[in-house]
């Protein structure tokens, strides 16, 4: 299986994630998400994959959400004006976001990575 990994190098809990990956001898490509956030297409496919409302593909902690007032927006926003906010900053997107064939991972939930991926 062919894994990609959008993370954030300045974020300890993708640090702890790509770790996991590494000791489970998983391979995977790792993307910084914030110089290159990944497609329209690619946010509205882990999200249908992983099967989660769209307001979990945020990263309701990070300042890019508090400042472009996400909180209030996200319930009069559409899907494709979500997604495009998503795909033009990657600090809004929660992470690490794994992508895959047939695998969508959104945050690092330990037993959910296992369960999904081994």
């Not at 929660?94 to 969508?104: C, E, F, I, N, S």
Request: glycine letters at 8%; aromatic letters at 8%; one cysteine or more.
């Amino acid at each position: 299986m062919k894994l990609t990994v959008f993370q954030y190098p300045g974020c300890s809990t993708c640090r702890k994630a790509l770790a996991w990956l590494a000791k489970h001898g998983i391979a995977h490509e790792s993307i910084d998400l914030v110089k290159t956030p990944p497609s329209r297409a690619v946010l509205e496919r882990a999200a249908k994959t992983a099967g989660v409302p769209l307001k979990k593909m945020f990263n309701v902690a990070g300042e890019s959400y508090r400042a472009g007032n996400f909180k209030e927006r996200l319930a009069t926003m559409s899907d494709a004006d979500a997604f495009a906010a998503l795909a033009a900053d990657g600090k809004l997107i929660k992470r690490p976001l794994v992508v895959g064939d047939g695998v969508a991972l959104i945050g690092f939930d330990e037993d959910a990575w296992r369960a999904a991926l081994r």
